[in-house]
């Protein structure tokens, strides 16, 4: 037998450019295989500014786009339109890290198969979500889709960028949002909803972790994270945006945040909400 070459695995980038070019949901959250070629194409197009999507995954804007707040929870009904705003975001969450993978094709290689990993953890939660979704007899394309995360495109153009905004900032603040939502799903006796919801948490964690990692390594020798990710952010990116309404210390902890970080994310607001 012949030992597999570059050449039997799909390139990285081809299955990044699939996940913005095809509109369905499908192709975008078909698992990507284990084994996967990066080796460098310096000379590919860039990424599109925003994905291709079904008249039925449009990205809107205006009203009933919002999650709804914690109570909801406690109506199924609301319930559903909570796993309809948490599945949009997981896919934004897809489609911009197979936009990271795209536009930083100069970035080291452990960061490019750290991307890659979280956009198939991400693939993961929206089955998740989905499948909670339908068992509540939803479907995904009830409810308007913002682009909220699509939004920030101009905010996410370096890797340092990408990861203080998506990584400690977005994800951050769902280490709150999915315990908090999670507590209200047990109080509302679903437990299969609070289940996924720790799942995504677990997870999570992880992925700020990543995020904690690869800043240490971008940012400038003597800068403190903290100082290097709040100086990265632009207005309207914050600290107030990288917490919920109640801050859970030990994620933060786990991920590896020290303490001055964690002081500055107990300093910040935490009533702006997902
Ligand atoms: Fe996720
Ligand atoms: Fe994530």
Redesign the pocket.
Known sequence: MTPATAHDRPHVRDLARDVLRAPDLATKLAAWPADVDDTPRPHDDPPPRAPARAPELAIRTGPGTKVPPLEGMADPAQRARILHAFANHELQ?VELFAWALLAFGDAPPAFRAGLAS?LR??QR?MRLYLERLEALGGRFGDHPLSGYFWGKLDELDTPRRFVCAMCLTF?NA?LDHTLDYAAAADVAGDAETAEVLRAVHA??VR?VRFGLRWLDAFKEPGESLVEAWESTLRWPLRPELARGRTLHEAPRRAAGLDDAFVRRLADADGRSGP
């Open positions: 969450a979280t953890d991400e939660h994800e769902n997870d999570e992925h």
